[in-house]
């Protein structure tokens, strides 16, 4: 009896969707460190803004949440806006194509995160622990 591909789909979903947390959470440590380091009186080359410290904690603490499958869907749709904002702020007025202006990880984690406010959080995750313990 061969097993059908499509009863992996949740398991695949809970892999990409904690690949992506901890990646994606990545980048708010990097930004985090930076205005640490801007706090403490050491300058940085990064321009501290508030949107600066805005997408550090969404990246951080959304990462994080995406890692563990904790309230997926509307942590998603977050992440999915913070992306977008990021692709037509930063990356589309260098260049129009995102393999041209650098956008495409922005681009990726947009389209990701928007396939996780429909699809949801996967098998292995804290959403599905909480959602059989109601039952």
Do not use: Q
């Amino acid at each position: 009896m061969a097993i059908a591909a499509s009863a992996f789909e949740p398991y695949a979903r809970s892999v990409l969707r904690g690949i992506a947390g901890f990646t994606f959470s990545a980048h708010g440590w990097m930004k985090d460190a930076t205005i640490f380091s801007w706090l403490s009186g050491h300058s940085s080359a990064l321009h501290l803004t508030p949107l600066l410290v805005v997408a550090a904690v969404l990246e951080t603490v959304g990462g994080a949440l995406m890692l563990i499958g904790l309230f997926t869907r509307p942590v998603a749709f977050i992440l999915c806006g913070e992306m977008a904002v990021a692709y037509f702020t930063v990356h589309y007025w260098r260049a129009r194509l995102p393999i041209h202006n650098g956008g495409e990880l922005a681009v990726l984690y947009c389209f990701i995160f928007f396939y996780l406010i429909f699809a949801g959080a996967g098998s292995i995750s804290l959403d599905a622990l909480l959602r059989r313990r109601k039952v």
